[in-house]
Nanobody, 123 residues
Framework: QVQVVESGGGSVQAGGSLRLSCAAS????????MGWFRQAPGEEREGVAL???????TYADSVKGRFTASKDNSKNTLYLQMNALKQEDTGMYYC?????????????????WGQGTQVTVSS
């Protein structure tokens, strides 16, 4: 099972930036799809970004052009660079392994959720 520890959240004003980190461990195999999700208060958890073993990225429409997912294989760490933050980006952010179908990552989580990291964007 892939274990994850998210960090880097905080409080920022709209228009600001944050970079989230996700330290991952416990995975085997050469291909691992990882995803970033978020959950706002009273809302369902939603997928934000995906990144596959080759570094190919996929984004939800709501964050496209503002968020960038990346990874450092030498550190087993994923990142989510968030720019031009909006109040609606507020929520708890999580990373988790996601299911791969064919050779494409999906927004279907697989495994255990970490504790997440809180992002709060104020006006």
């Amino acid at each position: 099972q892939v274990q994850v520890v998210e960090s880097g959240g905080g409080s920022v004003q709209a228009g600001g930036s944050l970079r989230l980190s996700c330290a991952a461990s416990g995975y085997t195999g050469s291909r691992v799809c990882m995803g970033w999700f978020r959950q706002a208060p009273g809302e369902e958890r939603e997928g934000v970004a995906l990144i596959d073993s080759d570094g190919y990225e996929t984004y939800a429409d709501s964050v496209k052009g503002r968020f960038t997912a990346s990874k450092d294989n030498s550190k087993n760490t994923l990142y989510l660079q968030m720019n031009a933050l909006k109040q609606e980006d507020t929520g708890m952010y999580y990373c988790i392994r996601v299911i791969e179908v064919g050779r494409s990552c999906t927004f279907q989580p697989s495994g255990h959720w970490g504790q997440g990291t809180q992002v709060t964007v104020s006006s």
